[in-house]
């Protein structure tokens, strides 16, 4: 059974970091794609960042400069670290594997931005 499970959200002022964390289980991590998304309030979901199997990194235009995407292939974690955080980034954010044997996602973690 694959699981992934977010962790790490929660309310933060603007200007401020956050990490997200996502456990895989249930894959051969290593050879998926990662990625994280996220959907605000009446949005699409829409792509944060992704990692390749190989590390080929990709970012959104609104979180260049301000978001890290990594992945730990001996842990099967993924991480997002989130710094300078804007309420625009209040949403929630969904882990995604992506592979030849199908697509993935985890149940999301609540990202919210306010002062």
């Known amino acids: 059974q694959v699981q992934l499970v977010e962790s790490g959200g929660g309310l933060v002022q603007p200007g401020g970091s956050l990490r997200l964390s996502c456990a895989a289980s249930?894959?051969?991590?290593?050879?998926?794609?990662m990625a994280w998304y996220r959907q605000a309030p009446g949005n699409k979901r829409e792509l944060a960042a992704s990692?390749?199997?190989?590390?080929?990194?990709n970012y959104a235009d609104a979180v260049k400069g301000r978001f890290t995407i990594s992945r730990d292939n001996t842990k099967d974690m993924l991480y997002l670290q989130m710094n300078t955080l804007k309420p625009e980034d209040t949403a929630v954010y969904y882990c995604n594997a992506n592979g030849f044997e199908g697509a993935y996602w985890g149940q999301g973690t609540q990202v919210t931005v306010s002062s």
């Open positions: 249930g894959i051969v991590f290593r050879v998926y794609s």
């Open positions: 990692i390749t199997r190989g590390g080929t990194i």
